[in-house]
């Protein structure tokens, strides 16, 4: 028995999937997701850090402060820092058991004041 046309019409229906594959675009969020080999080209001059303090005891620093920075005034803080920047950019620095929901209202802050942010993330 021939194998030949059988290989033909593998081929053939291996082409059209890939080529039906290609046209399908789900309807999903489109995320720049932080790789951590990577170099970002925004240098940040200001730095948000979220530590957890367990019990859903968050603290929030600008720049390294070791004064905690209450939520309600952060925002109010980084408009301050950025204000005279061109380009600003700030980064967050979290821990690894902060939620996200922690990090998402920061960045909910940078949206508001049309501000670019940074996750960092340790090398790999």
């Known amino acids: 028995m021939a194998m030949s046309s059988m290989t033909d019409l593998v081929f053939l229906l291996l ?3 890939l080529i039906t594959s290609t046209l399908v675009n789900p309807n999903a969020l489109k995320l720049m997701l932080p790789k951590s080999t990577g170099q970002v080209s925004a240098k940040a001059t200001v730095s948000v850090s979220v530590k ?4 859903d005891l968050y603290t ?7 004064t905690p920075t209450q939520f309600s005034d952060l925002e109010d803080g980084l408009v301050d820092l950025l204000q005279t920047e061109e380009d600003p950019t700030f980064s967050i620095y979290s821990d690894e058991s902060v939620p996200i929901k922690e990090v998402v209202a920061i960045m909910n802050i940078a949206k508001r004041n049309h501000y670019k942010v940074i996750l960092a993330t340790q090398p790999e």
């Not at 957890?52 to 019990?55: K, N, Q």
């Not at 929030?60 to 070791?66: C, V």
Request: proline letters at 0%; glycine letters at 14%.
């Open 15 to 17: 082409i059209f999937f």
């Open 52 to 55: 957890d303090w367990g019990h």
């Open 60 to 66: 929030y620093h600008l720049n390294g402060n070791e």
